[in-house]
């Protein structure tokens, strides 16, 4: 069995890559950057939980990225919930829904109040324009549709269309800092310094390669099995392929991680 060039996919890795952006995006600093982007307005975070697996009654779900703030005047707690999103399956409206019901049945603990519930968000950076309206933003709320007034009950579902990298605007350069893979090529130098350390640094790559090897080499048979049972298709050829996409789309990898986990590329 092929081994995994861990370093190299460090090397090729950005921040669309979900395992190398939750390892990036546990620094305060960076996540607080990216949230005051994306709401325009300043964000101050106390605490990151990355890769954080949250449960209800039905299906629990793996969420990338939440930060919390604590807010006045009734120090509720505002989270968000960041996810980025390569394939336009994963960014399924349906899906943001259920991240948002699931982290407002995490919000509360028994005797709270439901005046207590904080505002939960759900953003996801995205690949491609999955509305196919050529927004660099899309913003969904609940309205009063007979009114067009909207209904403040703290459910925000956020989309970045991260195709739309215009540097000469503050989102703009932040969707083209999520694709970079040289550190020396970012806009934001927040963000710059902290893939630096992870793809420069000697304690960051170890760090990001036991990450790595944690998430990745454990579950290779799971995953390839995975892979396999939903890509069933006549040709070695073609089932190959519908593995790959099947990795890319299920695990959020890239294309050359995907190739890389069944032996085809980069590995050693």
Known sequence: MPKLNILEMIQASCLMDDVFMSECLKDIKCVELVLSIILEHEVKVERVQTQEVMRS???????????FESTAPNNTNERYNLEVQRSDEGAEVRRARYHISIMDT???V???EFKELGDNYVIFITENDVFKRGLPRYTLERVIKETGELVNDGT???????????TNTPLGKLSHDFFCVKPDEFCYPVLADRVRYFKEDKRGSEEMSGLYKRFIEPHREEILAEGRAEGRAEGRAEERQNIINN????????QDEAMQL???SGAV
């Open 106 to 108: 995490n919000s509360l």
């Open 247 to 254: 990795l890319m789309k299920n695990r959020g990898m890239t």
């Open 156 to 166: 925000h579902i956020i989309y970045i269309n991260a195709s739309m990298r215009d």
């Open 262 to 264: 069944i032996g085809l």
């Open 110 to 112: 028994p005797g709270q």
């Open 57 to 67: 009654w039905g299906r629990s779900v793996r969420l990338d990225i939440i930060g």
